[in-house]
């Protein structure tokens, strides 16, 4: 096979910062997490053939393939944030990856609660983000920021809805829609 013939598959990366368990479920961090999970939901049910598997288990995450062209996962991290970095840039790294295909989907706490913006902007990051950031080398990756409203309690039962209904929007838009320009609501 020559030089020509062998070309790179284009992966996307989607993955929420966030902490696992059952414990973090409401918290605000973990707004990347409920995202995720509204998204696939929403994927799943309208578009079946799209989720080509099961979430697969590993040490460090959990993945998803949503789509087999581009290859598109979902990713949530089974490490807590303060290794968020870690395991992002392992997988950043292991699949080769473009900064314009890589996603990451994090808590803003200056944005007004459910508000979001995609766009390579950091915003105020984590600082978990901002390691990812200087692993990778570039800010080029896709950040899908979204509001918690500077509160640090657990989200009550409204939010937690909004949140669930907001993931479903963002199923479409990121591709689980693949994204082409800065978007803000």
Do not use: C
Request: without cysteine.
């Amino acid at each position: 096979m020559t030089e020509e013939q062998e070309t790179k598959q284009k992966v996307r990366l989607i993955i929420s910062y966030g902490n696992p368990g059952k414990r973090y479920v409401k918290a605000r961090s973990n707004v990347g997490y409920l995202i995720i999970d509204s998204a696939v939901s929403r994927a799943k049910n309208t578009f079946p053939i799209a989720i080509t598997s099961d979430w697969v288990v590993r040490s460090k995450y959990m993945l998803l393939i949503t789509n087999p062209n581009p290859l598109t996962m979902v990713v949530k991290p089974r490490t807590f944030e303060n290794k968020f970095d870690d395991t992002a840039f392992g997988l950043y790294s292991f699949y080769k990856m473009d900064p314009e295909d890589f996603y990451i989907i994090y808590p803003d706490e200056n944005l007004s609660f459910g508000q979001y913006k995609v766009d390579r902007n950091s915003g105020s990051a984590p600082e978990a983000i901002l390691k990812v950031k200087k692993k990778i080398g570039s800010q080029n990756f896709w950040k899908v920021r979204i509001g918690i409203g500077g509160a640090n309690e657990e989200l009550n039962d409204t939010e937690y809805a909004r949140i669930k209904y907001l993931g479903e929007k963002l199923a479409s838009e990121l591709e689980i829609l693949h994204i082409t320009s800065e978007k803000q609501e």
